[in-house]
């Protein structure tokens, strides 16, 4: 798998079509969360994509302090569910954690994690903090970095 991040002026439509696509398939049709993901957020983001081939297979979106949380933070993490099986997800979070040390030179990083992915994000050093909480209907709770 190959990484590119990119800021949202970078993204070709094509790429763009393809984020929203597996953003759209994995959050509202698997997941069946009716919530609003174009959200004029990603203009200010930095955009982690994953391609195998020419495959858009992983996703995350990447913000500076101050642009959603205090602390930088990263959110709408996604893989295909046919292809979580080859361990991505973990690669995009090292590209991702990669990419907030590079562009915004800090570690300490702030996420909304869904709950059941707590000790995945574990295993990348982030701590829960505060009670759980619903987002758009699913459980989520908040993990620093």
Known sequence: MKFKVKRFDELSALELYKILRLRAEVFIIEQECIYQDIDDKDQKALHVIGYKGEKVVAYTRLFDAG?????????RVVIPKKERQYGYG????????????????????????????????????????????????????????
Not at 67 to 75: C, H, I, L, Q, R
Not at 96 to 118: D, F, G, M, P, R
């Open 67 to 75: 642009d959603y949380f205090k602390e930088t933070s990263f959110g």
């Open 90 to 145: 973990h690669k995009l979070i090292k590209e991702s954690v990669n990419a907030i040390e590079t562009h915004y030179k800090t570690k300490v990083i702030k996420i909304s994690a869904q709950t059941y992915l707590k000790k995945f994000y574990e295993t990348h050093g982030f701590k829960q903090i505060g009670e759980e909480y619903l987002e758009d209907g699913i459980p989520h709770i908040g993990m620093i970095r």
